[in-house]
Antibody, heavy 114, light 106 residues
Framework: QLQLQESGPGLVKPSETLSLTCTVS??????????WGWIRQPPGKGLEWIGG???????QYNPSLKSRITISLDTSKNQFSLKLTSVTAADTAVYYC??????WGQGILVTVSS | DIQMTQSPSSLSASVGDRVTITCRAS??????LGWYQQKPGKAPKRLLY???YLQSGVPSRFSGSGSGTEFTLTISSLQPEDFATYYC?????????FGGGTKVEI
């Protein structure tokens, strides 16, 4: 059964870089024809697609965040990761990883605060 | 970007009611649309894909219809466990975009 699990710090200081990892079990990200992605949800608000990457390493990013995002694969660990630079309080959200478009990980709350 | 306009943003209903939620796309997206259910503190769970195909394990009281720009999620007989927030997601073109959500309340 495919499972995804987000990990990373729950607190990041303003202007620093948010780094999250998604560990995938039950499927190989390097052999799968699926895409893998990140979605976020600010507290009490709706869902926003951040970006995605395919098994070949080709990525697509939300233009609203594109200048600050990097999504990459680590096939040796069956993981993919998200880096978001220059964070502000507006980046406080629950971050989900997903095999696009289902299933999703349980989510991780990341708070941006000094 | 394709805008997904979801309506209503909230609704009050009773157990046994028939509920309909609509998503309207700002341009045609074929049937590249999924419907998700989210309960408080949980990740969204996909109910339907390709606009009307039921995800495995999802009760048959959920159904979807539509193609192009207008899509509908219907719950034929609302059950207590269906009180949640529902979202549509278009994946026809990047960036992927979600509807604003519909909160189904008692």
């Amino acid at each position: 059964q495919l499972q995804l699990q987000e990990s990373g710090p729950g607190l990041v200081k303003p202007s620093e870089t948010l780094s999250l990892t998604c560990t995938v079990s039950g499927d190989s990200i390097s052999s799968s024809s699926y895409k893998w992605g990140w979605i976020r949800q600010p507290p009490g608000k709706g869902l926003e697609w951040i970006g995605g990457i395919n098994y070949g390493g080709t990525s697509q990013y939300n233009p609203s965040l594109k200048s600050r995002i990097t999504i990459s694969l680590d096939t040796s660990k069956n993981q993919f990761s998200l880096k978001l630079t220059s964070v502000t309080a507006a980046d406080t959200a629950v971050y989900y990883c997903a095999r696009l478009y289902d299933p999703w990980g349980q989510g991780i709350l990341v708070t941006v605060s000094s | 970007d394709i805008q997904m306009t979801q309506s209503p943003s909230s609704l009050s209903a009773s157990v046994g009611d028939r509920v309909t939620i609509t998503c309207r796309a700002s341009q045609a997206i074929s049937n590249d649309l999924g419907w998700y259910q989210q309960k408080p503190g949980k990740a969204p769970k996909r109910l339907l894909y390709a606009a009307f195909y039921l995800q495995s394990g999802v009760p048959s009281r959920f159904s979807g219809s539509g193609s192009g720009t207008e899509f509908t999620l219907t719950i034929s007989s609302l059950q207590p466990e269906d009180f949640a927030t529902y979202y549509c997601l278009q994946h026809n073109s990047y960036p992927l975009t979600f509807g604003g959500g519909t909160k189904v309340e008692i």
